[in-house]
Structures are given as C-alpha cells and as structure tokens.
C-alpha cells in the first residue's frame, strides 16, 4: 500500500537554528514528490516538486531532497516566519496524491 | 503562475439546507481538479477528483449524493453539499492540476460551519 510518512510530527525551533524535515515513502511507480507549506486556515502553498532520486531544488532558505526512500527539507537558519505545517505528498501510477500528516514548525525569536 | 480561487472563504447555513463551494483556476486551464476535506490538526483527505466534462470520481466512503460536483468548465469546478448536518462542518479545499504535470495547485479554503 502506498505510504507517506513524516517526522518528526512538531519542531520547536530557534531563530537561525537550521534543520530538517524528512519524509519516508512506500510507491509503486513514483510520479513525482511534492512538498507544501501551510499556513493556519489557508491552503496548501506548493513549494518543490521532485522527480528522481539525487534531485535537488532550493527556494530562498528551503531546500529540498530525494532517494529512493525518502525526502528531506532542509531548512537554513529559519526565521519566525518559516513558521509553518509543512506538507509532504507522493503521486504513483494514479491520478491523485498521497499526503502525509505534516510536519508542524515553529520558529522563535 | 498558478492561481487558484474558492468563493466563499466562509460561510455558515442551518442544517438541512445546501451550500455550494466554486473553485476557480484564474491563470491557467484545468482538466483536473479535486476536492478535500481537512479536520483541525489533520491532513488533507481527498475526496474526489473531478474531471472536466464528465462525472466525478469519488473517494471510499464519501457519498456521492451528498457532495455534488459539476466541473462544466477548464476553469471551473463546484461543490454543493445537499442537507448540510452540523457533522459536515469542516474546511474545504480544492485543487488544479496544470498541464501534464501531477502538481496540485490549491486554493485559499472554504470553512463551512453547520448549525
């Protein structure tokens, strides 16, 4: 069955203090892996898409990655408006996405 | 760029009457759209995909009957939910693919509140 797992689930960090966050995957035929940030009651922001492993793109302090397991999103010295819940989804050989719960970040002055 | 509208952003009605929900593309066609729900603190739960021009493809679970979709047009989809019940209050969001891409675009939210 096709999986999208993120972790860690909460992350408390401090202004500048950089990190990542990872998403595991089980998909038959990946298609493409999305990643999207959302804002309390707005909808997803999509940020990347990736399609093959040892990709890589950045966008401003984001960057993010893909293996064949798994995808990080590296974030350099966040700022209290990185403050987010960052989504990861994967599309296989259908016509929707699967999405993980989401990482909820927290960045503090 | 890739822009996506809902009307309303809110709304609240009475149970047992229907509200519809309009998800627009604004700067690029969509044969694709879908919608979703998503309870506080949890993920997005698709519960249809809707094609343009023909009948919606609806998740496990979720009753056709009671969420009608219409995607009449490349830029248009809507979601009417029928007899709306205090247990349908959730917010609602929908999507676009543009081009041949999987890349979903979302739009802002509807948050319905069913009294």
């Known amino acids: 069955e096709d999986q999208v797992t993120q972790s860690p689930e909460a992350l408390r960090l401090q202004e500048g203090e950089s990190s990542s966050l990872n998403c595991s995957y089980t998909v038959s035929g990946l298609r493409g892996l999305f990643w999207y940030r959302q804002d309390p009651g707005k909808g997803p922001e999509f940020l990347f898409t990736l399609y093959s492993a040892g990709e890589e793109k950045e966008k401003e302090r984001l960057k993010a990655t893909l293996t064949k397991k798994e995808s990080f999103l590296h974030i350099t010295a966040p700022k209290p408006e990185d403050s987010a819940t960052y989504l990861c989804?994967?599309?296989?050989?259908?016509?929707?996405?699967?999405f993980g719960a989401g990482t909820r970040l927290a960045v503090h002055p | 760029g890739a822009v996506v509208s809902q009307h309303p952003s809110w709304v609240i009605c009475k149970s047992g009457t229907s509200v519809k929900i309009e998800c627009r593309s604004l700067?690029?066609?969509?044969?694709?759209m879908f919608w979703y729900r998503q309870f506080p603190k949890q993920s997005l739960m698709l519960m249809a995909t809707?094609?343009?021009?023909?009948?919606?493809?609806?998740e496990q679970g979720v009753e056709k009957d009671k969420f009608l979709i219409n995607h009449a047009s490349l830029t248009l989809s809507t979601l009417t939910v029928t007899s709306a019940h205090p247990e349908d209050s959730s917010f609602y969001i929908c999507?676009?693919?543009?081009?041949?891409?999987?890349?979903?675009?979302f739009g802002p939210g509807t948050r319905l509140t069913v009294l």
């Open positions: 989804a994967v599309s296989g050989g259908y016509n929707k996405l699967i």
């Open positions: 700067d690029f066609q969509a044969t694709t």
């Open positions: 809707s094609n343009e021009g023909s009948k919606a493809t609806y």
């Open positions: 999507s676009a693919k543009k081009g041949a891409t999987d890349t979903q675009y």
